[in-house]
């Protein structure tokens, strides 16, 4: 009886090593959405929206607009300068009496080869539009009292051109924020929304980050990202070389185990083993990533 106790504890013991897991992480790196001729590397940055026309912007909003449009170019600027193959420059924060109408004139082609010529830039980008707001959602608590809470939103409507005049990508950048909570009254009937006037600094750090990522599209993107693996006895050695950086050396081991008279190890053991090939995947798909990068130019 004592024997039958030993060997069916070894035995628990051992599935319930086997049944355990653990997180590591591995890369992942994706292409640039955008891809730049390998000798565009003077740009140029012009706002061509008017934000002093629009009858719904109010003069005391243009300040929380002006600040928009500074916190986008900066955020840009602040991820280009550590590219030293890159030139940015500021054309125009404030270029009037354009219109979203006149940039589909034919004639608005001659508008951004003059400016690239003026800057002599390879590109030129442009901030066609800023849409600017604050939205509401009304929370119920347990004592029956209503809370507005407020968020902010910005989006800035970007075109990047050739020195040609050519739009080579539109695309949109863009954040958002919790923003401020405030009591609301008479059942939510009556609320009291802030000011769009006085969230000037918000907007501009909105945009500095919105900024910071339309730059970053024209760069090779990793994130860490987190992949399970099987622990217990069977598997100590092989989870110690992938974490030590050298999975390729626990491909034939995990393989031996894959072959295993024991389902439950064999099907863990093809489960880390595809965790291994993932990892070798990404450091591929990384290195042929940023080569391709690389052999452009930048």
Known sequence: ????????????????LASCSTFIQTQKTYAPEVYLPADSNRIVFVNFFDYTVPEYIKDKQEVTYRMSVKGFWRGIEAEFMTDPMVNFMVGDTLSRRKTVMSMQDSTF???IVNICQRFNANLLIALDSINI???????????NSTTSQYYLNSYNYV???SSEGEAIDRSIAKG??????????FLGLLTFPPALSKAAADVAGLSESAGRDYAGRFYPFA?????????????????????????????EPLRELTRSSNKNIARKAAHNLSVVYEILENRRNTEKINSEFLSDGK
């Open 133 to 143: 707001w604050i939205d509401e959602e009304q929370v119920i608590d347990e004592d």
């Open 223 to 251: 994130e860490m990202v987190n992949v399970s693996l099987y622990t217990g006895g069977p598997f100590i050695e092989t989870n110690r070389i992938i974490t030590a950086g050298n999975p390729v050396e626990a491909i």
């Open 176 to 185: 958002s924020k919790f923003y401020k909570s405030r009591p609301a009254f």
């Open 1 to 16: 009886m004592k024997t039958f106790i030993q060997v069916f504890s070894a035995m628990l013991f051992t599935v319930l």
């Open 159 to 161: 075109t990047l051109y």
């Open 109 to 111: 082609r001659d508008t």
